[in-house]
Structures are given as C-alpha cells and as structure tokens.
C-alpha cells in the first residue's frame, strides 16, 4: 500500500527553523517528483517545493531563498528545510508523490506554526 508520512512540524518562533520529513513505501520512491504543499487556514492548498525524480527542484516564489527541498532515496525519504519563518508559514503541509500525473499520493500533512 503506498503512503506518505510527514513528520517535524511544530510550534516555531517568528526568525525561526524547522526541518521536515517525508517518509515514502510501497512504491517505487525514486522515479516520483516529490512536492510540499501548505494550506493555510482558510486558503487554498499551495505548492510549496517540488524535487523531481531527477533531483532538479522548483520554488514558490514566497519561500524562495528561505526553504530547500532535498531527497534521499535509498532512505525514501524527502525533506523541507524551512528557514527565516514567519508567520504567513503557518499552515499544514503536506506531502506528494507523482508519476507523470498518472499515480499521485498524499500525506495526511504535519501543521506548522510560527508565532511568537
């Protein structure tokens, strides 16, 4: 059964950094784009970051310069450096797998929290 599992968030000060990750089975984790999502209270889910299976990686442009995606795949494993956090980080994020738009799977997501 394929799944994703996000770990790490928490409760962060404004300046502040948190490391998350995303723990990848049951399918083949190395041949997926890996993307971070956010939904915000009362907004819209977002793409986050996106590392593809080439290791080649994009950014929104709020979080350019401040967050790096990276992935271990012999670990299955993706990860979201976050730093410089301010509030407007503040959301669940998730994980995402996909496959040429043709398998595409979901974390049940990891709430992040930056306030003083």
């Known amino acids: 059964q394929p799944q994703l599992v996000e770990s790490g968030g928490g409760l962060v000060q404004p300046g502040g950094t948190l490391r998350l990750s995303c723990a990848g089975a049951?399918?083949?984790?190395?041949?997926?784009?890996i993307s971070w999502y956010r939904q915000a209270p009362g907004k819209q889910r977002e793409l986050v970051a996106t590392?593809?299976?080439?290791?080649?990686?994009k950014y929104a442009t709020s979080v350019e310069g401040r967050f790096t995606i990276s992935r271990d795949d012999a670990k299955k494993m993706v990860y979201l450096q976050m730093n410089s956090l301010t509030p407007e980080d503040t959301a669940v994020y998730y994980c995402?797998?996909?496959?040429?738009?043709?398998?595409?799977?979901w974390g049940k997501g990891t709430l992040v929290t930056v306030s003083s």
């Open positions: 995402n797998a996909d496959l040429n738009g043709m398998l595409n799977y």
């Open positions: 590392i593809t299976s080439e290791h080649d990686t």
């Open positions: 049951g399918f083949t984790f190395s041949v997926y784009d």
